[in-house]
């Protein structure tokens, strides 16, 4: 429908009733009938009581008492009640649709504040929202959107949203899937990356969802999309990426050029101590054992990146094979194991479990330290202990001892990263790990590493982590 204004409407009511003036002259002064053709009154009268209500009872009034006056003046011998019963019609006819038309107008306004309501909640958002038709038309876009974009609403509003906002590139494909959603009536359900252009022309990347709007009859009519922008974010994270990288390739190549280092000096070393005797010998083993500390701190920090830059991705390990190839990295040591096949939900990593335990075990031991294994299965797990008759670990020390740079006593090597990262493990596999006495109350008499590994008929839960806290070795 056209628009008027208060003017034009005022302009067409004056003409109506004009022509109604002539009609009923024309029927009673010129064609001397008696009848006049008053349902041409009928429509000034609705239009009167849509546009201003009431008002149309003034309108009804004045053209039923015209017909009444005309009959009176040039017909008075036919004036009949009919002429009364239709003044009285155009009354009612004008209560009737005024009474309508302030219900319709009543609504409309509840409509347009509802609509308000949301178009602010739509403006203090702090992302783009936008309704587009389902023939690719903007039906409404909120201020954030166009702040976004670059342009002012009139400016977007009606326009193709694929081709005024998206990238060439993308078009077609952007418009195959939103046609795919109206037809289909849902649409694609997480968020995702979506590429906008600017007035200005710069590219910005959206993290951006969308619904399906529907019509009255339940038809999908449209798309409601919301958009963020993350371009900043994205750009951030790819420089941290490529930062990530180049640091990752320092740390081989440093890890790399120690580790061959570390196997001279070895080499070496041991040439050395086949050749000397008495205190030099002594000497030469020591040299030993730091240049086998520098070889364990870069096992240790070559752990900790697999388990910082790789997600948990589980599968069923042989325990048995794992832990009689921790077993055979000591054999200097003394170790019961009663092998059993079993599987349990792990990786590659596990063996770093058993290395730190048994190493444990072997470097903080007295010597002749007699080490434990036992595996027990239960109920949807399997429970693994690895006992030993060391010096133990103090009551004091059993809480912090798998947090980083705490070690069991203040004898020996070591900075206190080995069971640190076997908590970790062991949490990453969906188990748990703890510290007792190996006898009950008795933590001179050694200590008993007890943690739980998931079957493989079991589904993976991973336990809660706990913080780390890191306490500064004592000198």
């Not at 009285?88 to 509802?114: D, H, N, P, T």
Request: hydrophobic share 45%; net charge negative; glycine share 8%.
């Amino acid at each position: 429908m056209i628009a008027l204004t208060k003017q034009q409407r005022v302009g067409v009511l004056i003409t109506l009733l004009a022509i109604s003036v002539f009609l009923t002259y024309y029927f009673h002064a010129v064609l001397m009938l008696g009848t006049v053709f008053s349902h041409f009154f009928y429509v000034p009268i609705i239009l009167t009581a849509l546009w201003w209500e009431k008002r149309s009872v003034l309108v009804a009034l004045f053209l039923g008492g015209l017909v009444v006056v005309s009959s009176l003046l040039y017909r008075p011998d036919i004036l009949t009640l009919n002429d009364y019963g239709r003044a009285l019609m155009f009354v009612l006819i004008a209560l009737v649709v005024a009474s309508l038309s302030g219900q319709l107008k009543r609504r409309e306004r509840e409509v347009e504040k509802e609509r308000d309501l949301v178009r602010h909640y739509l403006d203090v958002a702090g992302g783009l929202f936008v309704v587009i038709n389902a023939d690719h038309t903007i039906r409404l876009i909120n201020r954030r959107g166009c702040e976004l974009l670059g342009y002012c609403e009139e400016e977007l509003l009606g326009k193709d949203w694929f081709a005024t906002v998206v990238p060439e590139a993308y078009q077609k494909a952007r418009r195959e899937i939103f046609d795919a959603a109206i037809a289909s009536g849902t649409a694609y359900p997480d968020p995702r990356e979506s590429p906008v252009v600017t007035r200005s022309g710069e590219e910005l990347i959206l993290a951006w969802q969308d619904t399906v709007l529907t019509g009255n009859d339940g038809r999908p009519v449209g798309i409601i999309g919301s958009g963020s922008d993350i371009t900043g974010r994205i750009r951030v994270e790819g420089e941290l990426r490529a930062a990530h990288e180049e640091a990752n390739l320092y740390l081989d190549i440093m890890v790399h050029d120690i580790n061959n280092a570390n196997a001279v000096a070895l080499g070496y070393t041991d040439l050395l101590t086949d050749m000397l005797e008495g205190k030099e010998r002594e000497m030469t083993l020591k040299l030993r054992g730091g240049v086998n500390r520098s070889i364990e701190i870069i096992q240790n920090v070559s752990t900790l990146r697999r388990l910082r830059s790789s997600e948990t991705v589980t599968r069923p390990v042989d325990l048995d094979a794992v832990i009689r190839a921790g077993i055979a990295h000591h054999p200097d040591a003394g170790i019961i194991y009663e092998g059993r096949p079993v599987e349990v939900m792990a990786d590659d990593l596990l063996a770093e479990v058993f290395a730190n335990l048994i190493g444990n075990a072997e470097k903080f031991g007295n010597p002749g330290v007699e080490v434990v294994i036992r595996v027990e299965e239960s109920d949807g797990a399997v429970e693994v202990s690895v006992e030993d008759t060391g010096p133990g670990v103090p009551d004091t020390v059993k809480p912090l001892l798998f947090t980083r740079f705490v070690r069991g006593t203040n004898r020996g090597s070591g900075k206190g990263l080995g069971l640190y990262i076997t908590r970790m493990l062991i949490s990453r596999y969906g188990g748990r790990i703890r510290v007792e006495d190996r006898v009950p109350g008795h933590p001179e008499e050694g200590a008993a590493f007890r943690f739980t590994l998931p079957r493989p008929d079991r589904p993976w839960e991973p336990q809660p982590a706990v913080n780390p806290v890191a306490v500064t070795p004592r000198p």
